[in-house]
């Protein structure tokens, strides 16, 4: 169901095959895997160590970061609640789980959108070695999601930088989460999850996640939650709400969520690295019409509208 596909194929130009096995993936399930990606285990491990180091403060040394959803900074635990679009979040089941929240250092020429979408990012002083591996971190990330949108546009029979050129000034999202363990949560309300069910708000996202029993689902076409499969040193992608509208729901923006902290194991901590791709936020996206798109209803929305109506809605404290 979900696909592991190797990049090296399509660098070695078996480039149809490829984009064929990514369209199939991205209208079954809205996820796939990719290895031969070429972003090293060494430089992952070195962020996820940088982003334990920060968690591990106190809550008097972190309060100082705090930011909102969709900020720049630390997310406490119960500040966010995922839920499905156009679903209420509801504060009394919050996402058992912290964040530290980043964005792309950047400039696009727009004052306006410059101030509202590309703030500073914040830097602990007690971890000063993450500036730098996350901003490696996230170059390599944005250099991978190129390689995707290119075969996302080829996969369509589009030219093959028609999405890349519609990113080239895209903000992006990048969150260090901590998924803490049992013994420091305590027992999950019914109904609570680590990340509770919910669609991603954009157009694809890169996950660089840990297995364990309170780990990634995806639901399926007929409403069932099944685990996501995991290879050793492959990303997990997947596509976005604004992607799928862009497909006209041709790509599937699919259900996910990460379980509680399981009692099977009560000290297990899990730490992901997530990085949630966007469009230049002044792009008017439209569905692609027929044959591309499978729906044309959709009316036009700006991209940075869709993104704070998203944002607002999982924000909870």
């Given amino acids: 169901m979900i696909p592991l596909i190797d990049l090296a194929r399509w660098r070695d130009g078996d480039r149809a095959a490829v984009a064929a096995e990514t369209d199939a993936a991205l209208r079954e399930s809205g996820f796939l895997m990719v290895s031969g990606h070429g972003v090293s285990v060494e430089l992952r491990a070195r962020v996820r160590a940088a982003g334990k180091r920060f968690f591990a403060l106190s809550a008097e040394q972190k309060a100082p970061y705090t930011a909102p959803v969709s900020g720049r900074g630390w997310i406490p635990m119960g500040r966010e609640a995922n839920a499905f679009y156009g679903m209420e979040a509801d504060a009394g089941r919050a996402d058992l789980k912290e964040s530290y929240t980043l964005g792309r250092d950047h400039r696009t020429g727009n004052a306006e959108l410059d101030e509202a979408w590309f703030k500073p990012n914040v830097w602990p002083a007690e971890?000063?070695?993450?500036?730098?591996?996350?901003?490696?971190?996230?170059?390599?990330?944005?250099?991978?999601?190129?390689?995707?949108?290119?075969?996302?546009?080829?996969?369509?029979?589009?030219?093959?930088?028609?999405?890349?050129?519609?990113?080239?000034?895209s903000p992006h999202t990048f969150n260090i989460n901590r998924y803490p363990p049992l013994s420091e949560t305590g027992t999950p309300r019914e109904g609570q999850f680590r990340v509770g069910a919910h669609t991603d708000w954009g157009m694809l996202t890169v996950l660089d996640r840990q297995v364990g029993y309170g780990g990634?689902?995806?639901?399926?076409?007929?409403?069932?939650?099944?685990?996501?499969?995991?290879?050793?040193?492959?990303?997990?992608?997947?596509?976005?709400?604004?992607?799928s509208r862009w497909t006209g729901d041709r790509w599937r923006s699919t259900r996910h969520?990460?379980?509680?902290?399981?009692?099977?194991?009560?000290?297990?901590?899990?730490?992901?690295?997530?990085?949630?791709?966007?469009?230049?936020?002044?792009?008017?996206?439209?569905?692609l019409p027929a044959p591309i798109g499978h729906r044309q209803d959709y009316p036009p929305v700006l991209a940075a509208d869709y993104f704070l109506e998203r944002s607002n809605a999982a924000t909870v404290g």
Avoid: K
């Fill in 127 to 169: 971890v000063p070695e993450l500036a730098d591996l996350c901003d490696q971190y996230a170059r390599e990330i944005r250099a991978l999601n190129e390689v995707l949108l290119t075969i996302c546009a080829t996969a369509l029979g589009l030219p093959e930088d028609w999405f890349v050129e519609r990113s080239r000034n």
């Fill in 257 to 287: 969520r990460v379980l509680p902290p399981p009692s099977e194991s009560p000290s297990e901590e899990l730490v992901s690295l997530i990085m949630f791709m966007e469009a230049d936020f002044d792009t008017l996206v439209t569905p």
């Fill in 216 to 243: 990634l689902q995806i639901q399926t076409l007929t409403g069932e939650w099944i685990d996501a499969p995991h290879v050793e040193n492959a990303f997990t992608i997947n596509v976005g709400d604004l992607l």
